[in-house]
């Protein structure tokens, strides 16, 4: 959060959702306003892609009837613009080891515009510091 200003949320699945854990604001005049404990939907936003990434296709056949998000996977992150809210976007990254059994994505939000503009430096923000927390563990 004080690395970028934006918001911060730590989240993990709750049935067909992904249910926001932590939020930390930003500091940002214009910033992603969500509470904690909010609901988002699993197969329609980057927190949600980020967590299918840690699963193998048949558990997300499970889920929905939708192609496996492979390229995700590979990558380890996702970007996703205008899914939630009009002119919101995120960079999500699931964290490389499940804590109490449950995979949990972090993901830094705000405006599209900043947010697309800042992509690959937010990027390195979130491995660097998923590295901080989980030394030994790659970040994926």
Same mark, same amino acid.
């Given at each position: 959060?004080?690395?970028?200003? *934006?918001?911060?949320?730590?989240?993990?699945?709750? #049935?067909?959702?992904?249910?926001? &854990?932590?939020?930390?604001?930003?500091?940002?005049?214009?910033?992603?306003?969500?509470? *904690?404990?909010? &609901?988002?939907?699993?197969?329609?936003?980057?927190? %949600? $892609?980020?967590?299918?990434?840690?699963? #193998?296709?048949?558990?997300?056949?499970?889920?929905?009837?939708?192609?496996?998000?492979?390229?995700?996977?590979?990558?380890?992150?996702?970007?996703?613009? #205008?899914?939630?809210?009009?002119? @919101?976007?995120?960079?999500?990254?699931?964290?490389?080891?499940?804590?109490? %059994?449950? $995979?949990?994505?972090?993901?830094? $939000? %705000?405006?599209? #515009?900043?947010?697309? /503009?800042? *992509? @690959?430096?937010?990027?390195?923000?979130?491995?660097?510091?998923?590295?901080?927390?989980?030394?030994? *563990? /790659?970040?994926?």
């Amino acid at each position: 959060s004080a690395a970028t200003g *934006e918001t911060i949320t730590l989240s993990m699945q709750n #049935d067909q959702s992904m249910q926001l &854990l932590r939020v930390l604001p930003g500091t940002f005049p214009i910033s992603l306003q969500v509470r *904690e404990g909010y &609901l988002v939907p699993l197969f329609e936003t980057g927190i %949600g $892609a980020a967590f299918l990434s840690t699963l #193998d296709d048949e558990a997300i056949r499970r889920l929905a009837e939708r192609p496996s998000p492979r390229a995700m996977r590979r990558q380890g992150w996702v970007a996703a613009y #205008d899914r939630l809210t009009a002119d @919101t976007g995120a960079v999500a990254m699931p964290l490389p080891a499940p804590i109490d %059994g449950r $995979a949990l994505v972090v993901a830094i $939000a %705000g405006l599209t #515009d900043r947010i697309r /503009r800042n *992509e @690959t430096q937010l990027l390195r923000t979130l491995r660097r510091t998923v590295a901080r927390h989980h030394p030994g *563990e /790659r970040a994926r």
